[in-house]
């Protein structure tokens, strides 16, 4: 058919009816598509609409139950990575598939070595790295350990594993979600210079902004079907996620400017040494006041996670920390329920670990950390059961956590479900001060525009809320005012409306930024 | 304590530390794949029952171990299907693997021999002899090295040298071989080898299927060097030993055979000073028994370091979905 159209190019990748079930849920419904060669393709979608699966069958990780692939005009079964390798296709996951104390060089030969020893096959790949940071600036050292390298480079790593084996077909799953605007920015410089050679590339994203900035097609998944295919150039980010969702969504928080109050939360010089001994966080000191909120800005790692665990009541540190003037005692053993007690409510970084017991049911996991209180109480030894999960239901109905049923596991909701259960336990408090960690991290657009609402109603109602988030997105459409962290300090202090990406994105990366 | 009672010592030392070394290889080999194997102690139970009894039976030391290393194998299968293809839990399948082989050998040795649970005593061609190497008579005379070459260095038998042999062996496999690269590999981060397009299954039964081979040669070599004959429980916690002196090792060939030969040293002392004399105080015999024991918790609780295990150690590999 391809020869037939005479003149035109072949397609690099060519699906056909593509559908995929687990069980009875059905990952993926139908699906045709086609990509250019030598052309960026960007894949969107909500949580769960099926790109990963598509992108896993594309890789031989799973059989399709029906439909047809073709690889370059050929029809290709696909039946393992290894044909998929072999078809020139090559695969950078969300979650690195690195082995972390092998070096870089190990890494980039393992599963094809030249032979039994592997001195050849290192030597070769040697000198392969050599000429393929050249040519897409891709500098790495081969002999550095995977652990000790930091995630652009892990990143970079897993292009080198995929170019080395000569693939033609670049799939990169959420790349950006883990680096540095700057980082960003050098990945998409690594992925126009491939296309140019002729490359092609899929990116899978939830970041709306980087389809408009590097895709020249993009296709909208949702439910598990394809639902448009659009020439990115005629397209819009309102377009594209009401496409994603299927319903209008509103893209930026309105919201009324801050009224902010009295000073809820004062800490000073705030410090904490992990395990090892090394200092997470290096003296840290800032205020959030009733009716604000404070973004905590940065790459994942530099301290946030502390700052969160201290303030929480997890973690033990130093220095000093008041809430509405009076000092919270930091080595006392109760420290969860003394900070509660303070008024923090923490809505945690991690919701499956800290958040949430997953197999516990929604009723029971409403009031964790509440569960001395007396309207939880029937008398002194039993807990009123009926009335924690009336109120349950209740609080589910209002937060539109779905299915709104008490009595289902943590585990069987959805990401943004089980968030707005967390959220729904800690806002409901009416907490002084709300301490929130990556509030929408794995949540759908949907539901994040849902928090987000929520956040904002309750910083209206006069709590300060310290936000912790490595979206930049979301600091900047939800904060009063920005705190940079960089290596266990803050880098400093922004208002949002006199910063934007590019300067915050300096600070995180422990560069001052323009002058304030 | 004179030069003869030292060799004497680390003469012991080798015979003690080679099945534990044996062990402790394929203790590494296993886990260095990701599969966590505590029932190292029932393979080599197995493997000392079934080469004695073959070999009381045969008058063949070599059938023997073929046996022995048969039987060791059925036993890494059954732990390899229980933890790879049903992803089982690996600790209660290795303890499930102790518990048959306690049980197995002593029943079927009673039935078959009718000796209180134990095999006949081997004698002649179903044992292995001691090798004399080259030249050691000859040598004998040189001061010092001499009698070090022909007390300490020959006279083994030959599991003992193939047991040091493999040290170099398994680290030149390791870490400079294709199949080396991706056993480590797997049991570090199986999905990398995996979406690398190997085998993550085929990878770890190899791995499983070396440690049999490595328990049994251990086996075969305490029923039919060591000692002449299986009794009861004659691995004596070896394996647990061989687990320890494998942390204690951090997985590696090299510092396995250091370790090993640690816990070799320390029942060879135990075995000859029975019963120390200090000064009026007399250490009874049970607590030299128990020293090497006792000093594998102190060794393990306090002088490791920070082992830290392969990272997809005791994991059943799931794709994810």
């Keep these: 058919m391809a020869g037939a159209a005479g003149g035109q190019r072949v397609p690099a990748i060519e699906l056909r009816g593509i559908s995929k079930a687990f069980g009875p849920v059905q990952a993926n419904r139908d699906i045709s598509l086609t990509v250019m060669p030598g052309t960026i393709h960007g894949i969107v979608g909500e949580n769960g609409a099926g790109k990963s699966t598509l992108m896993s069958i594309l890789y031989g990780f799973y059989k399709a139950d029906a439909g047809e692939i073709r690889i370059g005009g050929q029809p290709n079964q696909i039946s393992d990575s290894q044909a998929a390798i ?38 070769r790949a040697r000198g392969a790295l050599k000429r393929l940071a050249e040519d897409y600036e891709l500098h790495v050292d081969p002999d550095a350990r995977i652990e000790d390298l930091g995630v652009g480079m892990k990143q970079r790593v897993e292009i080198l594993k995929a170019l080395y084996r000569q693939a033609d077909i670049l799939i990169l799953d959420e790349p950006t979600g883990v680096l540095t605007p700057a980082e960003a920015d050098h990945l998409f410089r690594i992925l126009e210079n491939l296309k140019s050679q002729g490359k092609t590339i899929i990116l899978i994203t939830h970041k709306l902004r980087e389809i408009m900035a ?156 509440y569960h001395h209180d007396p ?43 089980q968030q707005k259960i967390v959220l729904a336990r800690e806002i409901e408090r009416n907490p002084a001060l709300l301490i929130v960690g990556q509030p ?68 995180m990366a422990g560069m001052r930024g323009k002058a304030a | 304590m004179d030069f003869a009672t030292v060799l004497q010592i680390l003469d012991s030392t080798v015979r003690l530390a080679t099945p534990l070394l044996l062990a402790c290889l394929a203790g590494l080999f296993s886990e260095r794949a990701g599969i966590f194997d505590i029932g190292l102690e029932g393979k080599m139970l197995a493997s000392a029952f079934f080469s004695a009894a073959v070999a009381a039976v045969t008058g063949s030391v070599w059938l023997g171990l073929g046996a022995g290393i048969a039987a060791s194998l059925v036993m890494a299968a059954i732990h390899g299907a229980a933890s790879i293809s049903f992803r089982g839990n690996q600790l209660i399948s290795g303890v499930a693997i102790n518990f048959l082989a306690a049980g197995l050998t002593v029943v079927i040795a ?39 070459y022909h007390e300490l260095i020959s006279g083994h038998t030959l599991p003992v040298y193939l047991a040091f042999a493999l040290v170099p062996v398994s680290w030149w496999v390791l870490y400079h071989t294709r199949f080396g690269l991706r056993l480590r590999a797997v049991g570090e981060s199986p999905e990398a080898l995996d979406t690398a ?10 791995a499983v299927a070396i440690c049999g081979v490595l328990c049994g040669i251990a086996g075969a070599y305490l029923a039919t060097a060591l000692q002449a004959g299986f009794v009861k429980d004659m691995t004596a916690g070896r394996g647990f030993i061989a687990l320890a002196a494998l942390i204690f090792a951090k997985w590696r060939p090299w510092q396995a055979l250091g370790a090993t030969l640690l816990f070799g040293f320390l029942q060879a002392i135990a075995l ?44 059943p590999y799931v794709k994810e979905r």
Aim: proline share 5%; charged share 25%.
């Design chain 1, 86 to 123: 072999r078809a020139g296709i090559g695969m950078v996951f969300q979650h690195f598939k690195l082995v972390e104390p092998f070096s870089v060089l190990e890494n980039v030969i393992l599963g094809v070595e030249d032979g039994r020893l592997l001195r050849p096959s290192l030597a």
């Design chain 1, 214 to 369: 590097i895709t020249d097609t993009v296709s909208v998944m949702r439910r598990g079907q394809m639902v448009a295919t659009l020439e990115t150039a005629q397209t819009s980010p309102g377009e594209l996620a009401e496409l994603m969702v299927g319903r209008k969504v509103l893209l930026h928080m309105d919201k009324k400017p801050a009224a902010p109050g009295r000073t809820v939360l004062a800490v000073e010089n705030l410090r904490v040494t992990d395990i090892d001994g090394v200092e997470r966080l290096r003296g840290v000191s800032l205020s959030v006041r009733a009716g604000e909120i404070l973004g905590i800005a940065g790459v994942a790692g530099n301290g946030q996670s502390q700052l969160l665990g201290v303030l929480g009541g997890t973690l033990r540190g130093s220095g000093t920390v008041r809430i509405e003037g009076r000092e919270i005692d930091l080595a006392a053993r109760d420290a969860g329920q003394s900070r509660r007690a303070a008024g923090i409510a923490h809505v945690p970084e991690d919701r499956q670990r800290e958040g949430l017991v997953m197999e516990f049911l929604a009723w029971e996991n409403m009031i964790f950390g």
């Design chain 1, 375 to 417: 309207a939880c109480q029937r008398n002194r030894a039993l807990m009123d059961n009926a009335a924690i999960r009336a109120m349950t239901a209740e609080r589910m109905a209002r937060f539109d956590v779905r299915p709104p049923d008490p009595d289902l596991p943590a585990r069987s909701f959805s990401g943004g479900n």
């Design chain 1, 440 to 507: 929408t991290r794995g949540v759908d657009i949907g539901a994040i525009e849902f928090i987000h609402q929520r956040l904002i109603a309750l910083r209206d109602a006069g709590a300060a809320i310290l936000l912790v988030s490595v979206e930049l997105d979301e600091i900047l459409s939800l904060s009063d005012r920005i705190a940079v962290m960089f290596d266990g300090r803050i880098m400093g202090e922004r208002r949002p409306e006199e910063t934007d990406e590019k300067d915050l994105g300096l600070m």
């Design chain 2, 110 to 148: 009673q039935t078959w021999f009718s000796q209180g649970g134990r095999t006949p005593s081997l004698i002649g061609a179903a044992r292995f002899e001691p090798i004399t190497l080259p030249l050691a008579e000859t040598l004998q005379p040189v001061p010092i090295l001499g009698p070090i």
């Design chain 2, 197 to 206: 397009g190997v085998s993550v299954v085929a990878t770890r039964y190899a």
């Design chain 2, 272 to 315: 000859r000073y029975q019963n120390i004399d200090l000064g009026g105080v007399v250490v009874p015999v049970q607590v030299m028994d128990a020293l090497p024991y006792v000093l594998t918790v102190v060794i393990l609780a306090g002088f490791v370091g920070r082992a830290i295990p392969p990272r997809a150690g005791g994991e």
